[in-house]
């Protein structure tokens, strides 16, 4: 068993700027536990990732899988759409 299956980190978040080219900023919310308090509490990260087509815009949900570097802050890809942006 010489096959071994290289393990990829993914993320689900949502865009909250797809003002740059070819890029897109998701903003990625976990809820984790307190260590002191014990209290459920909401945090969130952002991370930049390549959108080579521009096909995600803002408000949509996307799912973002971990690349080499692509540039000094973008190290994701946009991977697929989860969930269109509604429109208002």
């Known amino acids: ?3 071994t299956k290289k ?7 949502k865009v909250v700027s797809d ?8 903003l990625v919310e976990r809820r984790v536990k307190h260590e002191l308090y014990g209290k ?3 945090m969130s990260s952002k991370y930049h990732a390549h959108d080579e ?3 995600y815009h ?3 949900i996307i799912e ?7 540039s000094k802050t973008k ?3 946009a991977t697929k759409l989860v969930q269109k942006a509604v429109a208002v």
């Open 1 to 3: 068993m010489s096959e």
């Open 7 to 13: 393990l990829v980190r993914t993320l689900i978040g």
């Open 19 to 26: 003002k740059r080219a070819k890029t897109v900023t998701v």
């Open 40 to 42: 459920i509490v909401s």
């Open 53 to 55: 087509k521009g096909q």
């Open 58 to 60: 803002l408000g949509d």
């Open 64 to 70: 973002i899988t971990e690349s080499r570097p692509l």
């Open 75 to 77: 190290n994701w890809m």
